[in-house]
C-alpha cells in the first residue's frame, strides 16, 4: 500500500485502541509509550541531520547537536517521516563514508550540504564500493556561509553513479596554492562508472563536474551538463580553468566515454570547454580520453577546446592523449575570451603541443599532445580567420591518412575553409617546421582536387611536407566538394557544426593529429620518352594524373592527383614518383593504380608499363597527310 494508505490506516487503529483502552478502565497515556529512539510516525519533520564523524545512530537525528552517524540511519529515519506532502532535507553536517546502495528511491528526501560545512559531504574508501540511485547531493551553494573547499564526493575506492542521481549546486574554491579540483566529484584513486544520472551547476578550477586523477572513470549514460570551469587568482597563485564538465590529470588517469554519455552545455573559462585531458600545467604522467561513443556539444572554452582540450607534457609518455573513433563533437565554441593564448584555438578540439631546453644537454626539446581519430566526417564549422575544418600552428605534426581517414568539406573561414598549416618563428616556444601529410582521397573515396585560397589545383607532391619557419610558410587549402553521402555513411566520428574566434572551427592543433590508418605504402614512378620529334617542338612542361582503382570493382578509377614533369638543363627528362600510396583500401582491396598524361599540343602519347614496373609514357608527334577529294 501507499505511505498514505498506511498512515490512515494506523490513525484508525490508534484510534479504536484508544477507544479499548478506556473501556478496560486503563488510562489513554499507556497507549502513547515513546517510539523507539530516532523513529517517529507522525509530525511534521523536514530536516534530519546526519554527521558521519560525531553523530550516532542512538541519536534521533533531529537537531544539530543530536545527529546520526550513517546514511543507512538518515535514511530509515527520511523513510518514517515520509509524506506525500512535505519533503525531507538530510544535512550533512560532516563527512560520510559510504558504501553499499546509496538511494532515497521511493523517499520525498534530498541530501544537502549544511550552511556552514565546507568539506567533502560523502566519501568512499580505497576498498569500498558506493553505487548512488535515485538520489540527489545538493551543495546548497546559495547558502553556504563559508569558503567550500571540497566535492559533494572523494572516491578513492569503485564509485557507481547510475540512473536517478543528481549531484547538483557545488562551487569549490581554490586554497591558496592548491587549486579547486572536482565541483561534483574528485576521483583520486580506483574507478568511476557513470551510466545514468546528471551532474550539474557545480564548479571548480580544473573539473567543473568531476576531476580524476590516478582514476579511471567508465561514461556511457547519463548528462553532465551547465558545471564551469573557473579561472582563480590566489596571492601569487593562478589556477588557470581547465575542463568545464570533466578533468583528468596525470598518473595514468584514463577517461573512457561510450554510449548515450551526454557532456553539453558546459564553460571553461580558460581551456577545455567540455574535457580537459590535462590541465594548464604540462604533466608529468600519461592521461588518456578514448572515446567510442557519446556527444559533447555546446560548451565553451574561453582560449582552447571548445570541446576537448589535449595538453602536452613533460616528458615523453606523459602526454594527454586523445583516441577517438566514434561520437559527436557538435556545435562547441572556442570564444578566445580566456587568458590563455587562443591562436588557433580550436572550437571542437585543441591539441597542445609546446617545447624547453634541455638544461643538461642545452638542445630543445618538443613534446606534443596527441589526437588519434578514425572515420570522422568534420563539416560545418567555422573559425572567423583560417582553418574552419583544421588549422596547425608551428610545432604541429598533421597526418591525413586515405584509410580509415576523414571527409573535409563544407567548412567556413576568411580564408583556407578546410585547411590551414602555419610556419613561424613568431611564437616563443611554439615556433618551428611544422610536418604533413594530407591524403588526396577522402573518407568514402571521393577526389578532394584540392585548391589554394586563389582556386588553382594543388599538385600531389605538395601534400606532404615540410614547411619553412623563417619564411613564414602556410598551406592553405579548400575543396568544392560541398557533400558526400558516402563520407556521411561510413563517418562513426562527427565533428559538426563548431566554432573558433580565431582557427581551427574543428580542430585546432600544435600537438600531433594522427586522422586515419598509416598502412603499407608504395611509390608509383612514371618516365617520359619523345620519339621521332624535334626537341625544340616539345613542352616547357607536361602534366601526368594518377587514378586509382580496387580489385574487383567496376567503378570508374578515381582521380588522385597530378604532378608536373619538367625537363633538366640538359633537356633530358626525369622520371617522376607519386609516393606514399597506400597497398590496399579499408576494406583490405589491392589497390590499382594507372596513370594518363594531360593533352599536349601536337603530340599522341602511348602508356606502357605498370605500377610495379614504373609506367612509361611515350610521345610521337602527330603528322598531317593531305588528301584531295576528287
Not at 134 to 161: F, H, K, P, R
Not at 427 to 446: A, K, N, Q, V
Not at 535 to 544: H, L, N, Q
Amino acid at each position: 500500500m501507499k505511505k498514505k494508505q498506511l498512515s490512515d490506516l494506523a490513525e484508525s487503529l490508534a484510534l479504536v485502541c484508544s477507544i479499548i483502552f478506556l473501556l478496560c478502565g486503563f488510562p489513554l497515556s499507556a497507549a502513547a509509550e515513546e517510539p523507539a529512539a530516532g523513529i517517529v510516525t507522525t509530525g511534521a519533520v523536514t530536516e534530519i541531520y546526519l554527521d558521519g564523524v560525531s553523530g550516532s545512530d542512538a541519536n534521533d537525528g533531529l537537531t544539530v547537536s543530536t545527529p546520526v552517524k550513517t546514511f543507512a540511519r538518515a535514511r530509515a529515519l527520511a523513510d518514517s517521516y515520509d509524506s506525500d506532502t512535505q519533503a525531507i532535507t538530510i544535512y550533512i553536517l560532516n563527512t560520510v563514508s559510504i558504501s553499499g546502495d546509496i538511494s532515497l528511491s521511493g523517499i520525498n528526501a534530498t541530501v544537502k550540504r549544511y550552511p556552514s560545512f565546507t568539506g567533502y559531504l560523502m566519501q568512499v574508501s580505497s576498498s569500498s564500493t558506493a553505487a548512488l540511485s535515485d538520489i540527489t547531493i545538493d551543495g546548497n551553494s546559495e547558502n553556504v556561509t563559508g569558503t567550500v573547499s571540497s566535492s559533494l564526493i572523494s572516491s578513492y575506492g569503485t564509485l557507481n553513479i547510475q540512473d536517478g542521481t543528481v549531484l547538483q549546486n557545488n562551487a569549490i574554491t581554490a586554497q591558496g596554492y592548491f587549486a579547486s579540483r572536482g565541483g561534483a566529484v574528485l576521483a583520486s584513486g580506483g574507478t568511476v562508472t557513470m551510466t545514468g544520472g546528471t551532474i550539474t551547476g557545480c564548479s571548480a578550477n580544473m573539473g567543473g563536474g568531476i576531476f580524476v586523477i590516478n582514476a579511471v572513470m567508465n561514461f556511457s549514460g547519463g548528462v553532465i551538463r551547465s558545471n564551469s570551469a573557473v579561472d582563480t587568482y590566489s596571492g601569487s597563485s593562478r589556477h588557470a580553468a581547465a575542463g568545464g564538465g570533466i578533468c583528468i590529470y596525470d598518473r595514468n588517469a584514463v577517461l573512457n566515454l561510450s554510449g548515450t554519455a551526454q557532456i553539453i552545455n558546459n564553460t571553461s573559462e580558460d581551456m577545455g570547454g567540455g574535457i580537459s585531458v590535462g590541465t594548464s600545467i604540462a604533466s608529468n604522467e600519461a592521461q588518456t580520453l578514448n572515446m567510442t561513443g557519446g556527444t559533447i556539444s555546446g560548451n565553451t572554452a574561453g582560449s582552447a577546446g571548445g570541446g576537448i582540450y589535449i595538453q602536452s607534457g613533460l616528458a615523453e609518455g606523459a602526454v594527454g592523449t586523445a583516441n577517438i573513433t566514434g561520437g559527436t563533437i557538435s556545435y562547441n565554441t572556442m570564444s578566445g575570451t580566456g587568458i590563455g593564448n587562443s591562436d588557433f584555438g580550436g572550437g571542437g578540439i585543441y591539441v597542445n603541443g609546446s617545447s624547453y631546453i634541455d638544461s643538461t644537454t642545452s638542445e630543445r626539446v618538443v613534446l606534443h599532445g596527441i589526437l588519434n581519430l578514425t572515420n570522422v566526417l568534420i563539416t560545418d564549422n567555422t573559425a572567423a580567420l583560417q582553418g574552419g575544418g583544421y588549422a596547425a600552428c608551428p610545432i604541429s605534426e598533421t597526418n591525413v591518412y586515405v584509410n580509415d581517414g576523414a571527409a573535409l568539406f563544407g567548412n567556413t573561414a576568411a580564408s583556407a575553409q578546410e585547411i590551414y598549416i602555419l610556419a613561424t618563428n613568431a611564437y616563443e616556444l611554439h615556433y618551428g617546421d611544422p610536418t604533413y601529410t594530407i591524403s588526396t582521397i577522402m573518407l568514402g573515396g571521393t577526389s578532394y582536387q584540392w585548391k589554394y585560397d586563389d582556386g588553382t589545383e594543388v599538385p600531389y607532391d605538395e601534400m606532404t611536407g615540410t614547411l619553412d619557419a623563417d619564411i613564414d610558410e602556410s598551406l592553405s587549402l579548400h575543396t568544392d566538394v560541398t557533400s558526400d553521402a558516402n563520407a556521411e555513411a561510413l563517418a562513426t566520428v562527427r565533428i559538426i557544426g563548431n566554432t573558433s574566434a580565431t582557427r581551427g572551427g574543428g580542430i585546432g592543433s600544435n600537438g600531433v593529429v594522427n586522422i586515419g590508418k598509416l598502412s603499407t605504402l608504395i611509390d608509383v614512378t612514371v618516365s617520359k620518352t619523345w620519339l621521332n620529334d624535334d626537341s625544340a617542338d616539345r613542352p616547357d612542361s607536361i602534366t601526368i594524373e594518377l587514378y586509382r582503382s580496387t580489385e574487383g570493382s567496376d567503378a570508374d578509377p578515381i582521380y588522385v592527383g597530378y604532378q608536373t614533369m619538367t625537363p633538366d638543363s640538359d633537356g633530358s627528362w626525369p622520371s617522376l614518383t607519386f609516393s606514399n600510396l597506400p597497398v590496399e583500401d579499408s576494406s583490405g582491396n589491392a589497390c590499382i593504380y594507372s596513370v594518363a598524361e594531360r593533352t599536349v599540343d601536337g603530340y599522341t602519347s602511348v602508356i606502357s608499363g605498370s605500377q610495379e614496373e614504373s609506367f612509361t609514357i611515350t610521345n610521337v608527334p602527330q603528322i598531317s597527310i593531305p588528301v584531295t577529294k576528287v
